[in-house]
């Protein structure tokens, strides 16, 4: 488990990432209390993360908005397969974006980000099968 980074942690919108993964520590940590040890929802939740940081970090421009926010509904679908459609699992995702956004300049990148999707078309399904394909990416 990686150390609780405090306050260095949010004073830049980088943070801390002590074993270089590309994951923050204090996300890292709460994907960990999240998951609470399953291996396949810990892996989901690591990729869904890894596009919201992106996002977070800013700036990026429309087009890679677009793709970061697509592969996190993506890994959002996934996590709601795994979970059999629970809604734990909105909690769960909350959790994590409420983490992954906790200082200003982060949340203000990931709205600009949704300002940059919005206007895109997004295909919800009820084949659950399309849910568990959004898992092998």
Same mark, same amino acid.
């Given at each position: ?7 260095? @942690?949010?004073?830049?919108?980088? @943070? ?38 992106n996002?977070?970090? @800013? ?54 980000s ?13 084949d ?10």
């Open positions: 488990s990686c150390p609780e980074p405090g306050e260095a @942690g949010r004073s830049t919108v980088e @943070g801390v990432d002590s074993d270089n993964d590309g994951l923050r520590d204090d996300v890292q940590r709460e994907i960990a209390s999240i998951a609470s040890g399953d291996i396949q929802r810990e892996v989901t939740l690591k990729k869904a993360a890894s596009s919201y940081q996002i977070a970090t @800013g700036p990026i421009d429309r087009a890679q908005s677009v793709v970061f926010m697509r592969a996190s509904l993506d890994h959002f679908d996934c996590y709601l397969y795994q979970t059999d459609f629970s809604d734990q699992a909105i909690k769960d995702f909350g959790r994590l974006k409420a983490k992954v956004y906790n200082t200003k300049e982060r949340f203000f990148n990931s709205l600009k949704m300002d940059d999707f919005s206007g895109e078309v997004v295909n919800v399904s009820l659950r099968q399309e849910y568990a394909q959004k898992c092998s990416n």
